[in-house]
């Protein structure tokens, strides 16, 4: 028999290389398995700032940094 081993691709708005905070926050949530505003919910923000991280338009606030290194996994 034939076995083909291929990776699965993570979807269209996986980003292609994972560089800034962004695209960080939203490789996290999509291997997580969440959405915008389940991420929205855990940092008690609108679900337009997340998606505004996570397209780099702006800057998560510091009140938010520790929070997002814990979501993000790394110390």
């Known amino acids: 028999s034939i076995q083909?081993?291929?990776t699965k691709s993570k979807?269209?708005?996986y980003p292609k290389e994972v560089k800034t905070?962004?695209?960080?926050?939203?490789a996290r949530r999509i291997d997580r398995g969440l959405f915008?505003?389940?991420v929205a919910g855990i940092f008690g923000v609108s679900m337009?700032?997340?998606l505004h991280w996570e397209k780099n338009q702006t800057i998560p606030?510091?009140?938010f940094h520790a929070k997002i290194m814990e979501f993000l996994g790394y110390c």
Request: glycine fraction near 10%; charge should be negative.
């Open 11 to 13: 979807g269209y708005d």
């Open 4 to 6: 083909l081993i291929a």
């Open 48 to 50: 337009e700032t997340v």
């Open 21 to 26: 905070l962004g695209d960080h926050i939203r």
């Open 36 to 38: 915008q505003p389940d």
């Open 61 to 63: 606030r510091k009140m």
